[in-house]
């Protein structure tokens, strides 16, 4: 017999829908609203096409709609998403960005990592609780499927850090091309006269226009918002492009910024956030301007990939009472740059140190060209790599062991309780946004050149930054940190989309020998596995096959064509 559940047993308050007492300065890590409510959505994801700046192209979406539904819950809610895969010819997947699955793995959405694909025509449940508040997204971790269109806005409504009057909602940041990702990919990883890719526009909320203001052709439409004088409004800012760094400002206003992925910080304010890819920022806009019209703007910074469009995606905010027309505003100047925002800055409200390093992990980062002549990205010298077929996850349900394919980059960390140093490298003048599945990581140091224990700046241990979205500067180290308190196979990697492809990741396995007692229902993974293998035309008990997956109508080998263990993951975004 189930145990009634009974809200806020045992806690400071008795009210869940004020958080059974807790408040913006208790610790989310260890203590967690009960309010014995459960929200539940059913996603499904379709061929289409769509048109978001007037030129329409095939599209994969998720309810018929980009950016797909919003999932909205209380801190504390137990979350239930159902998804369906609709799709004629693609696998597919949800990873809920940032969500740190505590205890519950297998719900983290990753093919070849957590899970199989889940294949067309099946559906699964994805249920877990919303341990933390803020700001997020939830994207397909299939190939390259995000930037097609498989993504959407999520809220989880907590305590905020300063007071604001409105909730204006989800601004939704995104890169854009008229022709589909899937289909660029091959030229991207060609080795001889392939590399980083142009895109053609960027979205707010899935909206923009094509082509210049005033001309005849122009298509499309912008994204709007009124404000009233006087009052301040939440927005709440998410980044889900492939490949592209924003600045995003609104002629003539500051704002102050009250959070960073999930974890609130202490406010500060600013008039440009630099927002990297997949990272989020809940920001208060004072309507304090004259009454008028103002470009809301998300400029690409072409230093770190290029869009044609770079400096023309914008949106526009109307001020209630005024000419509610085209405006005429200036942006701000500022120097064009790839950067994350001052980790001066970035100050937890809830203050945790950083504790000496029980284990360290250092990858130095190249790219070179395989065998094949396609890029890959290396790690240490180790290009990642695992199967679809054959998870590290359902091996582990399997067999109790972890599959070989990752080689060195699957890294056993076996004890809870301990703190783990990533260090993080790279010649090349390029940066990378860095995210971490199923923990938030301390920011200890970052820096140009390498990293240098004797001779680099010296960590900082107090109350460091704290996300799961950080900046590997260009030709520079990032030093994170975290405590190892979440057992599960969880992947480390870089969120532009090509890069994840091309084997810019690793997975860490924590806590091997309990992994399998935290795992509710084994039959949800070995049946998703079970029916990936039939679609696939794969030996379900061997995993032997030829494992193709077909984009847009076209078949191609879901590796390119270098080998059959060689993943294809969507960073999304």
């Not at 990702?181 to 707010?204: C, E």
């Not at 260090?423 to 140009?448: K, W």
Request: charged residues 15%.
């Amino acid at each position: 017999m189930t145990k009634k559940c009974i809200p806020c047993e045992g806690q400071p308050g008795n009210d869940p829908n004020s958080y059974c007492g807790y408040d913006i300065n208790t610790n989310y890590y260890q203590h967690v609203p009960k309010t014995c409510r459960t929200v539940e959505y059913t996603l499904t994801v379709s061929n289409t096409t769509i048109a978001p700046d007037g030129v329409e192209r095939i599209a994969l979406l998720i309810n018929g709609q980009m950016p797909g539904p919003l999932i909205e819950a209380n801190w504390g809610d137990t979350v239930v998403v159902h998804l369906i895969n609709a799709l004629q010819d693609n696998g597919t997947s949800f990873h809920f960005h940032g969500v740190r699955q505590n205890y519950t793995s297998e719900m983290d959405g990753v093919p070849s990592i957590t899970q199989c694909p889940l294949a067309p025509g099946q559906k699964m449940t994805y249920t877990w609780v919303a341990s933390q508040y803020g700001t997020s997204w939830y994207h397909s971790h299939y190939a390259i499927q995000a930037s097609e269109g498989v993504f959407g806005p999520m809220i989880i409504h907590g305590p905020h850090a300063a007071p604001y009057d409105k909730e204006a909602g989800m601004i939704v940041l995104q890169d854009w091309h008229h022709q589909t990702t899937s289909s660029m990919y091959d030229a991207a990883q060609d080795g001889k006269v392939g590399g980083p890719r142009v895109l053609d526009n960027g979205l707010i909320n899935g909206m923009n226009t094509w082509g210049p203001d005033g001309a005849a052709n122009q298509t499309g439409k912008r994204f709007t918002m009124d404000f009233d004088y006087g009052k301040s409004y939440l927005l709440r800012l998410v980044n889900t492009a492939i490949q592209s760094t924003f600045k995003f400002y609104i002629d003539g206003h500051n704002f102050t910024v009250i959070s960073t992925d999930f974890v609130p910080i202490k406010p500060y304010v600013t008039n440009i956030l630099n927002i990297n890819i997949g990272q989020r920022y809940n920001i208060i806009v004072h309507a304090d301007q004259p009454i008028g019209d103002y470009w809301m703007r998300a400029d690409n910074q072409n230093a770190c990939a290029r869009i044609t469009q770079a400096l023309d995606i914008k949106g526009i905010v109307h001020y209630n009472g005024g000419p509610m027309s085209t405006p005429t505003s200036s942006g701000y100047n500022y120097t064009g740059a790839c950067v994350d925002e001052p980790y001066a800055s970035i100050v937890p409200i809830v203050p945790l140190n950083a504790m000496a390093a029980n284990k360290e992990i250092d990858e130095t980062v190249v790219i070179a060209t395989n065998a094949q002549n396609l890029y890959r990205w290396y790690l240490d010298g180790t290009t990642f790599q695992s199967q679809f077929d054959d998870p590290t996850l359902y091996g582990i349900l399997k067999n109790g062991s972890v599959p070989n394919y990752s080689g060195d980059l699957a890294i056993e960390v076996p004890e809870l309780g301990e703190w783990v140093y990533i260090v993080i490298e790279s010649p090349i003048p390029l940066p990378h946004p860095i995210h971490l599945h199923g923990h938030d990581f301390f920011i200890l140091g970052e820096g140009r050149g390498t990293y240098n224990a004797a001779s680099s700046p010296a960590l900082n241990l107090v109350n460091p930054p704290r996300r799961d979205v950080a900046l590997l500067p260009a030709a520079g180290y990032l030093v994170l940190a975290f405590v190892t308190d979440n057992p599960g196979v969880w992947l480390m990697h870089c969120h532009i989309g090509w890069h994840t492809s091309m084997g810019f990741a690793l997975q860490i396995i924590e806590n091997l020998a309990n992994i399998r007692s935290t795992i509710d229902d084994t039959c949800m993974v070995t049946e998703v596995c079970d029916a990936w293998n039939k679609y696939a035309g794969l030996d379900s008990t061997s995993g032997i096959g030829n494992e193709n997956s077909t984009i847009n109508g076209t078949t191609s080998n879901s590796n390119g064509g270098t080998s059959s263990r060689q993943i294809m993951f969507d960073s999304g975004v």
